[in-house]
């Protein structure tokens, strides 16, 4: 069974980095015609999704966040990373690592989901 | 941007059946995948391709989609099953998944 683990900084100050990174057990990250994905919720909102990423390095962004994500894959490790940039409080969010079918695209494996809040 | 359109909440009582609707321009045209959260977990899909079930889903949750309206029916409704139901497409047109606001379904 496919499991997914999601690490890093649980605060992060206004206008940094947010650097998350998704730990996959359970089968190679490169098996299978696969993404993998990053989708965020703020407290008491809905999901939005972020971006993903396939294991050639090929990515697909949200266009409302493009101008500051980045995703990266290490094939080596079994991980796919997350990095959002000038953060502010909106940015506050449970963030999600998830496994991505495609096409039709649909989530099937979930992450825990890590909370990242914003704050001086 | 496409959006899907669900009632916020949606009150049933034990046994009876549940159908939480996710409205859409021509969504009967796009494959519509379910999903099922309780609180403080992740999301678990329940529904996926309109009307297929992952292993390990029941087989009272089932789906529907046709015209600007699809449907999660969940029967014989178990406390269990109270929890956030959010629906969720493919836009073409921007290239990018979409959610449902998300609708929190009550077992009285």
């Known amino acids: 069974q496919v499991q997914l683990q999601e690490s890093g900084p649980g605060l992060v100050k206004p206008s940094q980095t947010l650097s998350l990174t998704c730990t996959v057990s359970?089968?190679?990250?490169?098996?299978?015609?696969?993404?993998w994905s990053w989708i965020r919720q703020p407290a008491g909102k809905g999901l939005e999704w972020i971006g993903r990423?396939?294991?050639?390095?090929?990515?697909n962004y949200n266009p409302s966040l493009k101008s500051r994500v980045t995703i990266s894959v290490d094939t080596s490790k079994n991980q796919f990373s997350l990095k959002l940039s000038s953060v502010t409080a909106a940015d506050t969010a449970v963030y999600y690592c998830?496994?991505?079918?495609?096409?039709?695209?649909?989530?099937?494996?979930w992450g825990q989901g890590t909370l990242v809040t914003v704050s001086s | 941007s496409y959006v899907l359109t669900q009632p916020p909440s949606v009150s049933v009582a034990p046994g009876q059946t549940a159908r939480i609707t996710c409205g859409g321009n021509?969504?009967?045209?796009?494959?519509v995948h379910w999903y099922q959260q309780k609180p403080g977990q992740a999301p678990v899909l329940v529904v996926y391709?309109?009307?297929d079930r992952p292993s390990g889903i029941p087989e009272r949750f089932s789906g529907s989609n046709s015209g600007n309206t699809a449907t999660l029916t969940i029967s014989r409704v178990e406390a269990g099953d109270e929890a956030d139901y959010y629906c969720?497409?493919?836009?073409?047109?921007?290239?990018?998944?979409?959610f449902g606001g998300g609708t929190k379904l009550t077992v009285l």
């Open positions: 969720q497409v493919w836009d073409s047109s921007s290239d990018h998944p979409e």
């Open positions: 359970g089968g190679s990250i490169s098996s299978g015609s696969y993404y």
């Open positions: 990423i396939y294991t050639s390095g090929s990515t």
């Open positions: 998830a496994r991505t079918v495609a096409p039709p695209v649909y989530f099937d494996y």
């Open positions: 391709d309109d009307s």
């Open positions: 021509n969504i009967g045209s796009k494959s």
